[in-house]
């Protein structure tokens, strides 16, 4: 059996990602989605999500971006100046590897942005991270403490497989920025070889296969007609994200922005759903994982 986990990450990031994510979700191929606790438009995605109980809802824990939502004084590693978020996965990388990143603070952190998650209604499906934070060093088992504590079943891997990416790649990609996103796919790969193993251990689910790194922001319709046709026996994650460029996506601080728009149309093209259906790939998400195979 075939299955697919279709997520769209940074639900919570603006209102126009929100409606975006609900479309693909109701006119698409999306199955999954990850909401992040401190975003802007989290109220929104919490209204978003209740009115969608198909669609599946996990915790998109965020060290990167926007304000904490612990008490700042007492994650005071993880902060600029300003009180925010400092920086992107090779900045904490850094900071990791110098000590300048307190990993109690982290776990005090991610414990407060799942209990609100929790608190507004929603029980999360699965744990991933923003900009895959959770496969930093020391910060993996972290994930998986916390996926325990608040009784959930899975946690996202990273790990994208060579071949997936590959069949993604359909040559009208940005091959810079493909390269680049590679590059950073393996680096994940390296930083947290040990995660199935460390999950299975910990009695946390995990998909067989991910993808989509490599091709965040620049996926093609192409790209993921090969995928389907090419995609292995097992579960598969493809991480997506989908949205609306709205006013204050665009004065927000992230390089996705049409882009969001043209996989949205993507994961809602009539011959993309046919495909999907043709090859009897059965789409789930994070809460249906334990059954795929039956």
Sequence with gaps: MRSLIVNADDLGWTA???RGI???????????????????AFEDGVKTACELPALGVGVHLNLSDGLPTSAPDQVKSLLNE???FAGGPENLFLRLSTKGLDTTEVEKEWDTQIAKVRASGIHPTHLDGHKHVQMLPGLFIIALRLAKRHNIEAVRVAHEASPLRTALTDGSNDASVVFKQGVQARGLKLLARDAHVLAERSGIVTTDY??????????TKAGILRLLENLPEGTTELMCHPGYADDDLKKSPTRLQQS????????????????????GIRLINYEQIGVAGR
Excluded: P, Y
């Excluded at 991910?210 to 996926?219: E, L, P, R």
């Excluded at 996989?263 to 046919?274: G, N, P, S």
């Design 22 to 40: 609900a479309e693909a979700h109701r006119n698409g191929m999306v199955t999954s989605t990850s909401l992040l606790a401190n975003g802007a």
């Design 210 to 219: 991910f993808c989509g790194i490599a091709q965040t922001g620049v996926m």
């Design 260 to 279: 969001r728009q043209s996989e949205l149309a993507i994961l809602t093209d009539q011959e993309v759903r046919k495909t999907v259906a043709e090859l």
């Design 82 to 84: 300003k009180g925010e």
């Design 16 to 18: 126009g990602v929100n």
